[in-house]
């Protein structure tokens, strides 16, 4: 049977309808391009381009040697402390604990948190296997010789003072700031503090999964 002109126009009618809705759910559903400005203000700060770094031998916690090569196949989070800080380093993990426990699991598994420490002097492996358990977070560990946590302090824009060891209880006064490494093993970004760890739970998946 023929199709009449009311039947057509419908039909033509329907199509042009389910255009303009796909094209609306397709633009409600795609996220919106990461605003420099806005992530600013939560705290993150991504270079224009990621930077590469120096080749690095440190000794991780496992008392494993620790290269670039640990720094590929994820995201990380490099915070440089150290075990005996009083204030700025437990208050610095604990927030990043928060801000990993409140990803997806999808997220997780992309994301892997380091302490670089900078009292190579105390921080053992040792030490800071029993540091790190305490937050119960997966965090991992590096220490090493002062020469090379300089080098690669000074290439991620860290900056800290090397104690003067002989005094007793020493302090390090060092930078607050945690960096970001791609999984390519480049430097693409910090966050700087104080953290807003709603802001950070919200921006980083997008960070790690750009559409």
């Known amino acids: 049977m023929a199709m009449s002109g009311v039947q ?22 795609r996220q919106a391009p990461l605003d420099r400005e806005v992530l ?8 224009d381009s ?15 040697l620790w290269t670039n090569q640990d720094l590929t196949g994820q995201w990380d989070l490099l915070f440089f402390g150290y075990t005996f800080c009083p204030d700025i380093c437990p208050t610095t ?4 604990r928060s801000v990993v426990e409140s990803l997806t699991p999808a997220a997780r598994e992309q994301l892997r948190v380091t302490m670089v420490s900078v009292d190579p002097e105390r921080d053992t492996p040792q030490q800071l296997t029993e540091y790190l358990a305490y937050f119960k977070a997966g965090f ?10 300089a080098r690669l302090a000074q290439a991620l824009s860290i900056a800290y003072i090397p104690p003067d060891t002989s005094e007793e209880n020493y302090l390090v006064d060092h930078s607050g700031q945690v960096v970001m ?3 390519q093993g480049q430097y693409v970004g910090f966050i700087r503090p104080p953290f807003k ?3 950070l739970s919200l921006w980083l998946p997008r960070i790690m999964n750009p559409q």
Do not use: W
């Not at 991992?140 to 946590?149: D, F």
């Open 197 to 199: 760890i709603a802001e």
């Open 40 to 47: 600013s203000n939560s705290g993150i700060f991504l270079f």
């Open 50 to 64: 990621p930077r590469n770094l120096p080749d690095i031998e440190l000794q991780a916690a496992t008392s494993d």
């Open 8 to 29: 057509k126009t419908v039909l033509v009618t329907v199509a042009a309808i389910a255009l303009v809705l796909g094209a609306v759910v397709a633009k409600v559903n």
């Open 93 to 96: 993990m604990a927030d990043l």
């Open 181 to 183: 490494i791609n999984p």
């Open 140 to 149: 991992k560990g590096v220490t090493g010789e002062p020469a090379e946590l």
